[in-house]
């Protein structure tokens, strides 16, 4: 008996996977179960909003290409006939292209999406590790969410497969058509469908980017298993990553045999420094700031080589190179194209203040405004002020309603922080102690602002001075100053 014991240890220590296994199994995992479900319906309305903008991208280009077919067969009928036929063609293969696009499979079997994209990856490795794992320490809820979750993530990663179609048969399109009519005076509905394809892939970019950044929901669910050693070595055999660049020494069999040639980080230093001596170091050469690489080989050319980079970065940005989408786009892009109603809507304070008269007490008018954007460089508007009495201030100062207004807005863009800015009002100048007060339409006081605005940075809120010149004020009874100053907050 005391021999079987001394042996027990010795049995439980294998080296490679078994002990891996054995950590994770010996292991408690606590899951989350809110932050999983929560996560899961992002992912499900992320996968509800790519496959609708996909819809719709796909329907408006089928009608855009439709309404080219009719102009072109106006002209020529037989190459009318002829882009009908390709229309017809062309739109039944990718919708049988679509139809293909299934799930994921068995929990071991590759992603859907045929696109390294980290945040899914990451994810998607870690549910299938999850479920692969005899996880005793879990409950039937957690089971059952990670069930839920791979299923939602499956959703979410068919969405994604499904637009790559679409980008590409949009693109494809766009090249198809442009070329053999562009001599034809379509030039109209040709930069339709550019725009059609610019603006598609930009958004489809904004999707996969909210992927990609590892929000709160996500790193939770992830920091449950992160730490494990079984994890860390189901991540480097099983990820979608390791099936497209396979190291050596690697036990995916996924991937195949490894990469011809590719080295290792160690292979790599030890070659470094045989030729340039004990000394040259690539970590070595990447330190800075602390003088502790003056005496590498390669410090030297690091930095010359950093700086080339960086002047090749800088010129390919200035023409809309690296991930940018700007070098497709033959037209000024407007970047609100894509963002939804709420993200466009521009709500605003401002205030007015008047002195006091012979005829009213000095009052401040303050204003609530609600914006549209419809490009980066217009903004119209609405909004309904209240204007506050004072009395007579330092002398007496009496709290009152003095009044109420209406008014509209247009706001454009001169140049840098300078805005052209214009709008209609009606203003009603006499206390009011209810609502109905405010009926009687002949007692509103009409106004036609035009002036001048610079926006500013007041800590995180942008901020704005107006000085206006109302072009009514003549007719105003009584007479009421020309210009007006206001202040203005984006809240």
């Not at 080296?15 to 054995?22: D, H, I, K, L, R």
Request: charged fraction near 15%.
């Amino acid at each position: 008996m005391l021999v079987f014991l001394g042996i027990l240890p010795c049995c439980l220590w294998v080296p490679g996977n078994a002990q891996v296994v054995y950590d994770t199994i010996m292991r408690e995992i606590a899951l989350p179960l809110g932050p999983m479900n929560q996560l899961g319906k992002e992912y499900m309305h992320l996968a509800s909003a790519v496959q609708k903008q996909s819809n719709q991208v796909l329907q408006q280009l089928q009608r855009q290409e439709t309404r080219l077919q009719r102009k072109l067969a106006a002209k020529d009928s037989q190459a009318g006939q002829a882009l009908a036929t390709d229309i017809s063609r062309s739109y039944q293969a990718v919708e049988s292209k679509l139809s293909s696009v299934t799930g994921a499979g068995p929990s071991h079997s590759a992603p859907v999406l045929k696109e390294y994209i980290p945040g899914i990856d990451s994810m998607q490795t870690a549910l299938r590790f999850l479920a692969i794992h005899d996880l005793s320490s879990l409950s039937p809820a957690q089971l059952q969410s990670i069930k839920l979750l791979n299923g939602q993530l499956t959703s979410l990663q068919q969405a994604l497969q499904r637009a790559n179609i679409i980008q590409d048969f949009v693109q494809q399109r766009q090249q198809q058509l442009t070329s053999p009519f562009q001599s034809i005076e379509l030039v109209k509905e040709l930069a339709g469908i550019r725009k059609t394809a610019y603006y598609y892939k930009s958004q489809l970019d904004a999707y996969k980017a909210a992927v990609q950044d590892p929000d709160k929901l996500a790193s939770k669910v992830l920091s449950a298993v992160r730490d494990l050693p079984a994890f860390q070595h189901f991540m480097q055999n099983n990820s979608y990553l390791s099936t497209l660049f396979r190291v050596p020494g690697s036990t995916n069999a996924v991937g195949g045999t490894p990469i011809a040639g590719l080295q290792t980080r160690e292979q790599v230093s030890s070659m470094i420094a045989a030729r340039l001596g004990p000394g040259a170091s690539f970590p070595g050469a990447m330190e800075t700031g602390d003088g502790n690489n003056a005496n590498n080989p390669l410090a030297g050319g690091m930095e010359q080589a950093q700086r080339q980079l960086n002047d090749w970065k800088s010129k390919i940005s200035q023409y809309g190179g690296g991930s940018s989408t700007a070098a497709t786009a033959d037209f000024q892009p407007n970047s609100q194209h894509n963002k939804t109603l709420w993200h466009r809507l521009v709500v605003g304070l401002n205030m007015q203040s008047v002195q006091s008269s012979a005829f009213i007490p000095a009052y401040s008018d303050i204003a609530l405004t609600l914006g549209y954007k419809i490009n980066d460089r217009s903004v119209v508007g609405i909004g309904a002020a209240y204007k506050l009495g004072w009395g007579q201030p330092f002398n007496h100062i009496a709290f009152s309603s003095q009044g109420a207004g209406i008014r509209s807005f247009i706001n454009w863009k001169l140049r840098g922080s300078i805005w052209l800015s214009g709008g209609y009002e009606a203003n009603y100048f006499n206390a009011f102690s209810n609502l109905s007060q405010l009926s009687n339409v002949s007692s509103w006081q009409r106004s036609g602002l035009i002036g001048l605005m610079k926006t500013y940075k007041a800590g995180r809120k942008d901020g704005s001075v107006q000085l206006l010149y109302d072009l009514l004020s003549k007719e105003h009874i009584p007479r009421t100053q020309p210009l007006v100053f206001r202040v203005g907050y984006v809240l």
